[in-house]
């Protein structure tokens, strides 16, 4: 088959995210299935290389400005849809493609032409944001609207996010396929050997430094935690517009010296630190399906996780870790406490995570519900 997947960003042109790295993943899970990926995204980021994908992939940059900003959002964005709009009446003119697989707000590219198109909208931050940010996102939610009703199907990659597409996008439920989102389980299991309960643990957050991520949340957390273990460190990866503030609460919370904040950091880097760890901890405020959550329980960490997004759908209390409620310092400072009087159960609570990561959230699995979908829908 002829796939077009056209998206703002892929991992590692734009840096690594949700929406990145899952479009990554499908074009190798795709391509190892026997398809021809064609691959419309904006100009890499400085540095940033076609060497991590096979020649077989085919890439066509179209200009516009990143976004990281809500100001940006609502004025560079719209005009690089539009610009991607006119790009792809063209090229599906010149070459036959039969699906397009179109990632949030860039699907509203789409709707004017003649292929099928699938809209995955991931995590909706346009409906689910507040005050002067939710006023700001009014054209993109009727943009979302309108992509949603024109494609072929929409994408949920969590069980927990059809409800919130029936309700955001107005789809009737005969128009959503649930695709789990996944991670590659290439590679052998990383075995969690207990330490022992004399060593201090680390923990480890992963995600961009922005507000929605809850990384204020988990610093008051810890500074309200009690009896932690003697010597506890915690990593924080990621670089963002909130790295300053984030910094200063820490050490106006007396944790310069626990949190060690690391910046954006190499794919090696990451994958040394996940294997180093002892649990894994996401305090986002709202989420989409959450690929680091994912990255986590294939390296055998016990999660400890604020019940939103798909997140419910991995993470079980009891069995691989806790889930809290977003936005609740004292819930998860709890929960941590928790945590670390069971060190002797991470290690079964790792174990678990695996395993579900294996069974239900593989893109083995995952690639083959796509292509099924592109050619029987």
């Known amino acids: 088959m002829e796939l077009l997947l056209v998206t703002r960003a892929i991992y590692p042109l734009h840096g690594y995210g949700g929406l990145e790295r899952h479009c990554h993943d499908w074009v190798l899970s795709l391509l190892k299935l026997g398809c021809r990926i064609h691959v419309v995204t904006l100009p890499p980021d400085e540095k940033a290389t076609l060497s991590d994908f096979p020649k077989e992939v085919s890439f066509y940059f179209i200009p516009g400005a990143n976004a990281r900003t809500v100001l940006q959002r609502i004025t560079t964005y719209p005009a690089w849809v539009k610009r991607v709009s006119k ?24 709707v004017h032409l003649n292929i099928p198109f699938y809209y995955n909208p991931h995590g909706m931050e346009e409906f689910k944001c507040s005050g002067i940010k939710y006023a700001a996102y009014s054209s993109f939610r009727n943009l979302s609207r309108d ?75 810890f500074s309200l935690a009690k009896n932690l273990p003697e010597g506890w460190i915690s990593y924080v990866v990621g670089a963002g517009s909130e790295s300053d503030r984030l910094k200063g609460l820490a050490r106006n919370l007396g944790l310069a010296e626990r949190i060690k904040f690391t910046g954006a950091i190499s794919d090696a880097e990451l994958d040394e630190l996940y294997a180093r760890v002892g649990l894994f901890i996401h305090p986002t405020l709202y989420e989409g399906s959450s690929i680091v959550t994912l990255e986590a329980m294939k390296y055998a960490l016990p999660i400890i996780a604020t019940r939103t997004g798909g997140l419910p759908d991995k993470l079980f209390p009891g069995k691989n870790g806790w ?55």
């Not at 929409?154 to 959503?176: C, G, H, K, M, N």
């Not at 990383?190 to 507000?211: H, M, N, Q, T, Y």
């Not at 945590?339 to 699995?365: H, L, V």
């Open 147 to 221: 992509a949603a009703a024109l494609s072929q199907r929409v994408i949920a990659t969590d069980q927990s996010l059809i409800p919130e597409i029936r309700e955001f996008l107005r789809v009737t439920e005969d128009r959503i396929v649930l695709i789990p989102n996944a991670v590659m389980m290439d590679g052998p299991k990383v075995e969690k050997k207990l330490l022992g309960l004399a060593a201090p643990p680390a923990f480890l957050s992963v995600g961009r430094l922005e507000s929605n991520k809850g990384f204020d949340v988990l610093l008051r957390a």
């Open 323 to 377: 889930l809290v409620p977003p936005n609740d310092s004292q819930a998860l400072a709890s929960a941590l406490e928790d945590a670390c009087t069971q060190r002797d159960r991470w290690p079964a609570f790792g174990n678990a995570s695996y395993e579900i990561a294996r069974d239900k959230f593989s893109w083995d699995n995952a690639g083959k519900q796509f292509l099924d979908l592109f050619q029987n829908s």
């Open 87 to 110: 790009f792809l009446a063209r090229l599906t003119q010149e070459k036959q493609f039969h699906a397009i697989y179109a990632q949030g707000l860039a699907s509203a590219s789409c």
